[in-house]
């Protein structure tokens, strides 16, 4: 594990040795993430999603093979089944700055195989104890291993509707089901799931607490894949830049996709507007 402070408070640990459960496809992971105050702002290993681990890099369906964790979506059993194809993702390299981390990892098939290899890069910056945030930018640039040609998508991509999970994924604590979502003009709640926008914001309140948060996810598209919004506020807080909603896409041996993601971590409860603001105020990339 390895933790970032700043102003005191450690706001975010880096789980880079990922949990031993074949089932839950092991991967490295962020838990927990808190905000300038201290809230934790994700959630571990739910009961109800034992896979689902803070924030993290998932691949819901790659040829065949799941980088998720649980069950598969197959679209003619009608439902999720549990195979034997759960996958891991695994540190080769990795150098740790006081501001982050970087290094590579082989995303491996359920045999063993390496299919995926991953270069990532994870950044802590504008820390603003005035403004009562921070930004966590993660970089992630996946290249094909194999000789065929691996295809990502979705449960969606394979008969679910409005379930196009794959790509970063954080899970919100318990606390914030039931939060409210909000984009860019009028755009908010569960019209944001599956389309496009350059941002999506998720509030939530504390127990124990008397306090709200609110995390503002901003990937920034680039070459490949388009990016749409998988979001849910309930029966559970999620929010995931999809990178194969609807639509699969390919990655040949030795291609290269990348992405880039900003997650601000606020204290409080950011109306539109102060979000809006303090994204254009943003350095542009």
Do not use: C
Not at 22 to 28: H, N, V
């Amino acid at each position: 594990m390895i933790g970032f402070e700043s102003h005191g408070v450690e706001l975010m640990r880096y789980v880079s040795t990922p949990d031993p459960q074949p089932f839950e496809a092991p991967k490295p992971y962020v838990h927990p993430l808190r905000t300038l105050a201290g809230d934790v702002v994700t959630g571990y290993r739910p009961h109800d999603h034992r896979w689902h681990k803070g924030l993290q890099m998932t691949a819901s369906h790659v040829s065949g093979q799941n980088f998720w964790g649980g069950g598969t979506y197959v679209r003619e059993e009608r439902g999720y089944v549990d195979l034997p194809n759960n996958g891991t993702m695994r540190h080769d390299t990795l150098e740790v700055r006081e501001d982050g981390l970087t290094g590579t990892l082989t995303w491996r098939a359920h045999d063993g195989e390496p299919w995926v290899r991953e270069r990532r890069e994870l950044t802590v910056g504008a820390v603003d104890p005035d403004a009562g945030s921070w930004e966590l930018t993660w970089h992630t640039a996946i290249t094909g291993l194999r000789d065929e040609p691996l295809s990502f998508g979705s449960p969606t991509t394979h008969g679910r509707s409005l379930a196009g999970y794959s790509g970063l994924f954080w899970r919100g604590p318990r606390a914030f089901t039931g939060g409210d979502v909000v984009g860019p003009g009028a755009l908010g709640g569960e019209e944001m799931m599956g389309v496009r926008a350059p941002w999506l914001a998720f509030r939530g309140r504390h127990d124990e607490v008397d306090r709200a948060s609110t995390l503002v996810f901003v990937p920034e598209q680039g070459p490949g894949p388009e990016t749409h919004w998988f979001v849910r506020s309930g029966p559970f807080a999620a929010v995931n830049p999809s990178w194969a909603f609807h639509e699969e896409f390919t990655l040949a041996r030795d291609e290269t996709v990348s992405r880039r993601y900003v997650v601000v971590v606020a204290t409080g409860w950011w109306e539109r507007e102060r979000i809006e603001k303090y994204l254009a105020a943003r350095p542009a990339a």
